[in-house]
């Protein structure tokens, strides 16, 4: 079987999340690429590693192309997640969810855990505050898919190995530290803001240079 790139999986949710807002009943891949950033060419290629979904001249059934991505990514099936680190960043994912950012509640945050005996026992939007002792109770408890580390770098490491052991197969990790780099099964998805604004520092000199 071709090997699917890591890079078209993750554009997909963009274009699922166009269509899905989308008010007309068919698309172009023009329209689809200027949407969202990509260039046509890029559309119709990421679509043709799943599966022949346009028609040459006519364009690709919002409707009929909304489905088949959701299908795609599994979200049909529901994912559930756990949010380790009820910090600034861990409560404001777990309130952004809970305010209805999501159209169809495909991904849902089921726990929010800490360390700390002082926001322990806390409410957090619909979800309480439970002790990080609980974690693979939880994981085991609600099914959980995909773990979220917004935890110290100190601490991020011992907590993705539990979330391996406990049966978590993703994590969307915001500690700058590797996690998981024994257990090659959990898809490890690191997130460092820092380096991210680092990266775009280099395009803010390059306008500056241009200006010169």
Sequence with gaps: MQRIPDAAIRRLP????????????????????????????????????????????????????????????????????IVVGAGHLGTALVRYVDQGHQVRHDVKIMALVDNNPMIIGTQ????????VDRLEELVRTFDIGIGVLTVPKEGAVAVGDRLAEAGVRAILN???????????????????????????SYF?????????
Excluded at 175 to 194: K, N, S
């Design 14 to 81: 963009a274009y699922l999340r166009w269509l899905t807002e989308c008010e007309e009943e068919r698309v172009t891949s023009v329209m689809l690429g200027q949407a969202t950033g990509y260039s046509s060419e890029q559309v119709r290629k990421d679509l043709a590693y799943f599966g022949a979904f346009g028609t040459r001249g006519v364009g690709y059934d919002v409707s009929a192309l909304r489905d088949e991505i959701y299908r795609i990514l599994k979200l049909d099936q529901g994912v559930r997640a």
């Design 124 to 131: 957090v939007g619909s979800l309480r505050v439970e002790p």
């Design 174 to 200: 915001f500690a700058p530290v590797a996690v998981c780099t024994h257990y090659p099964e959990v898809f490890v998805q690191p997130i460092d803001l820092t380096l991210e604004m680092q990266a775009l």
């Design 204 to 212: 803010v000199g390059q306008k500056a240079h241009h200006r010169l």
